[in-house]
């Protein structure tokens, strides 16, 4: 049963990097799909923020893309985010998912639990 | 475009049928993957691709599309699927991914 598991700080300060690492148990990263994070602020709607193959091929949001940062460790089984230069609009639940990418058909089959960041000084 | 717009709400008496839609530009190409979200759970894969259900999934949940529009449909709507339900895709450039507002569903 594949698995994904973020971990990270719950609480950044301003203008700081927000750095979260997604861990999957059950399933190779190097065995193939993307991977990818998503976010929810409090109240809100879902937000995509970037999907990575363990290649290193990465696709980011326009609108967080000077500030994203995804990695790939495969000998550890994880992928990771950076967010640099955070403000209060970044707090929210971060989620970490398997992505499948098709040819008209894409999906996020496997989710975490998600992760609760904060950005407060 | 890299928007897909759902009605902020809908809902459904026990045991009737349905609809929630997504609109955007990008379902002329790519298939909407729909996502169902408790409160205070991870979203969960309900329906991906032409009309295609994960494990696990009712039957009852069935998806569908046509031209810039696509649809999620519950017939028999249970108690347990009042959720928000959220809509995915590809934008047109096919190189970033966009999510619907969501739609909560009440079932009455």
């Known amino acids: 049963q594949v698995q994904l598991q973020e971990s990270g700080p719950g609480l950044v300060k301003p203008s700081e990097t927000l750095s979260l690492t997604c861990t999957v148990s059950?399933?190779?990263?190097?065995?193939?799909?993307?991977w990818g994070w998503i976010r929810q602020p409090p109240g809100k709607g879902l937000g995509w923020i970037a999907n990575?193959?363990?290649?290193?091929?990465?696709y980011y949001n326009p609108s967080l893309k000077s500030r994203v940062t995804m990695s790939v460790d495969t000998s550890k089984n994880q992928f990771s985010l950076k967010l640099s230069s955070v403000t209060a609009a970044d707090t929210a639940v971060y989620y970490c998912?398997?992505?499948?990418?098709?040819?008209?058909?894409?999906?996020?089959?496997?989710w975490g639990k998600g992760t609760t960041v904060s950005v407060s000084s | 475009s890299s928007e897909l717009t759902q009605d902020p709400a809908v809902s459904v008496a026990l045991g009737q049928t349905v609809r929630i839609t997504c609109q955007g530009d990008s379902l002329r190409s790519y298939y909407a993957s729909w996502y169902q979200q408790k409160p205070g759970q991870a979203p969960v894969l309900v329906i991906f691709?032409?009309?295609n259900r994960p494990s696990g999934i009712p039957d009852r949940f069935s998806g569908s599309s046509s031209g810039n529009a696509a649809s999620l449909t519950i017939t028999g709507a249970q108690a347990e699927d009042e959720a928000d339900y959220y809509c995915n895709s590809r934008d047109s450039s096919g190189n970033l991914w966009v999510f619907g507002g969501g739609t909560t569903l009440t079932v009455l």
């Open positions: 990575i193959y363990h290649s290193g091929t990465t």
């Open positions: 059950g399933y190779s990263i190097s065995s193939g799909y993307y």
């Open positions: 691709g032409k009309n």
């Open positions: 998912a398997r992505v499948l990418l098709g040819v008209a058909s894409d999906y996020m089959d496997v």
